[in-house]
């Protein structure tokens, strides 16, 4: 797992072996297995082959160029996102995955992805030469930010030294690339070429060099830029105000209803007319409270886009011959749904315990955790909630994973079995069939998940009443998303929680910030920033080791031994309980060309080569 309920850290990527000395163009970098292997496609999926744009010189300026049928100029496609709307357009303080989709609308990185493949492919960066552990970025020449001022080494130093490597904002970036307790260092050699250097060889390293890149002169020109950090590129910001570099740029936000962006006319990459992408002059994404909004302004036609969930997908699929849209399964949805449960028994700073002695008792039981897990139906969850679209889903790596651990097995439900797991430790039943603890202490706690997400309520409704087939009383309370955020990262005043994170299917190592014991996503035993006590449980420790010690094997069947490990070792301990994967099914309307959803990327990955075709 990996992830997000922050930073969208883009695909990774894993190397058959890295050797000194060696001179690669950034497209000629090669997986050492198929990367898509193992994922079920059938007759509604797209996973074409997808042409790398190339660069061209015009004038001077290294332009991107896609490779895509060139298309038509003008108009609009109109998304959704559920909840409250981004809450920063800050790339490097996004702390959830609608803010991270909104800022990098405007911020590009130094490289992307093959949406099919996965293989790596130029962005801001030009080439890149690969000689031992330098990493030397080649830039394009002749690119600028939207006010007129050149892209250059400046801005890219600047972004990892001063704002990365220092920690602002988000830190996941940073924390993920620290190898041997030591960061990379990051030379400027000319105005476009910087080196990086890792201590050790780093298989992960190439992939993270897709985190955006910021305009250093814009940040800089804030007063007290470093200590506002958080407040930089805030919501109630004037868009004019905003120096980008992107396909698209935030032209009007109306909170709680609509966020619109236009295009970007000075955009670097070019269609094979040599003209100036993107095709579209806005996308528009529509701020829906509930997955149930959601899908009336599908129908009523007030957006053009959407993920079809559970019940719905038939009968949309029906309608669809007659219809004005195209269906697409995309396979087994890349992140994970979860069950967490709270394993902080730590005080705050008024001496006051994060999650109550007594609960701590319960939750820190092995048997307690392991009875909860085999109590879960999951089977009835992909039965009745996802309307057999999903499979169940027993391991921190997502279903189509290269490197899932694919010996755990899972189990059914068993209530015989958790209640002797309770028995064991203590745990009776009442005569009124209410379960209490071996000093009498009735087993009573709270269930929480962000409100509007009807798939992740229908699933606590589900677990409350699993439980208390073994004699818990669950209090199932749907809060605001920014609310839960808080109280996993902040307040740490939960009990039990549904999330879900998104993910990489190619890199593991993206999910350091959530299994590193000090990671910002480590939810299940958070620690507080001014907490130094190395009180790490044991298997936390050899999930420090796993993360730190995989990342350094560049060789595939090396690294899958220490994720193998890693995802056995939650399993085991349980401190969170996967629940199921969903088959991501997605509609868009037929008049949108330049398509090619796929099992890794999704839909708009590549919104700026999308068009609206003649045949409306």
């Keep these: 797992m990996k992830r997000v309920i922050y930073l969208i850290i883009l695909i990774g990527i894993i190397f058959g072996g890295l050797k000194a000395c060696i001179h690669r163009d950034i497209s000629d970098v090669e997986t050492e297995i198929p990367i898509t292997q193992g994922v079920n496609i059938d007759k509604y999926s797209i996973n074409q082959i997808f042409p790398n744009p190339k660069t061209v010189t015009i004038k001077g300026i ?14 609009r496609i109109i998304a959704s996102t559920i909840g409250e709307g981004p809450k920063t357009f800050n790339p490097f303080t996004a702390k959830d995955a609608t803010s991270s989709q909104m800022a990098n609308m405007m911020y590009d990185g130094l490289v992307s992805a093959n949406p099919v493949t996965g293989e790596v492919i130029p962005k801001l960066a030009k080439s890149i030469e690969i000689k031992g552990n330098n990493y030397i970025i080649h830039l394009r020449h002749g690119i600028k ?48 070429t910087v080196v990086f250097t890792v201590p050790k060889p780093f298989a992960p390293f190439l992939r993270i060099l897709a985190n955006p890149i910021a305009p250093k002169h814009y940040f800089t020109s804030i007063p007290d830029w470093e200590n506002s950090f958080d407040r930089i590129l805030a919501t109630t910001i ?10 698209f740029h935030l032209k009007k936000y109306v909170p709680a209803q609509r966020v ?17 992408l993107p095709y579209l002059n806005q996308v528009v994404y529509l701020i829906v409270g509930d997955l149930n909004n959601e899908i009336l302004k599908f129908e009523g036609k007030e957006i053009d886009t959407i993920n079809l969930q559970g019940a719905t997908v038939a009968r949309y699929k029906s309608k669809e011959a007659a219809s004005d849209y195209a269906i697409y399964n995309l396979g087994p949805d890349t992140g994970t749904m979860f069950l967490a449960i709270n394993l902080n028994n730590r005080k705050n700073e008024k001496g006051k315990p994060y999650v109550s002695y007594l609960k701590q008792k319960w939750f820190s039981d092995l048997n307690f955790r392991t009875a909860i897990d085999y109590a879960v139906d999951r089977d009835s969850m992909v039965t009745n909630i996802a309307q057999g679209l999903a499979e169940p889903l027993f391991t921190s790596e997502s279903l189509n994973g290269i490197y899932l651990n694919k010996d755990i097995k899972g189990h059914k439900r ?32 709270d269930l929480y998940t962000n409100a509007g997400n009807t798939e992740r309520e229908s699933i606590g409704v589900m677990i409350k009443q699993d439980l208390a087939d073994l004699g818990m009383t669950v209090n199932f309370k749907p809060v605001e998303f920014n609310t839960l955020v808080n109280k996993l990262t902040n307040t740490y005043d939960w009990d039990m929680c549904i999330m879900g994170l998104t993910g990489s299917p190619l890199e593991p190592h993206n999910g350091k910030n959530v299994w590193n014991s000090y990671g910002p996503l480590h939810l299940f035993n958070q620690r507080p920033p001014q907490y130094n006590k190395d009180d ?24 899958k031994k220490y994720y ?21 099914v997605v509609a868009i309307r037929r008049k949108f060309k330049n398509v090619y959803p796929t099992t890794l990327s999704g839909i708009l990955y590549n919104i700026e080569e999308i068009y609206i075709g003649n045949d409306k």
């Design 62 to 75: 290294d332009y991107l160029q896609s490779q895509l049928p060139v298309g038509n100029f003008g108009g």
């Design 145 to 192: 930010w939207s006010d007129g001022k050149p892209i250059t080494a400046d801005d890219v130093v600047f972004t990892w030294q001063d704002i990365v490597f220092k920690g602002l904002g988000n830190t996941s970036v940073r924390d993920s690339i620290i190898i041997d307790g030591k960061l990379p260092e990051i030379k400027k050699i000319d105005n476009y």
């Design 238 to 247: 004037n868009p004019k105000e905003i120096v980008y570099s992107g396909a």
């Design 260 to 276: 619109v962006f236009d295009r970007n006319p000075n955009y670097y990459e070019i269609n094979l007319k040599k003209q100036k």
């Design 414 to 445: 068993d209530l015989k079995y958790a209640e002797s797991l309770l028995k064991q430790s203590g745990f009776y039943k009442s005569k009124n069939g209410l379960l209490y603890d071996k000093s009498g202490n009735k087993v009573e706690f």
């Design 536 to 559: 790490r449980l044991s298997w936390e420790k050899e999930l420090d080791n796993i993360f730190e010690e995989g990342a350094l094997k560049l060789n595939f069947n090396d690294r």
């Design 564 to 584: 193998d490990r890693y995802q056995q070792i939650i399993y085991d301990e349980r401190p969170i309980i996967y629940l199921y994967s969903p088959t991501r």
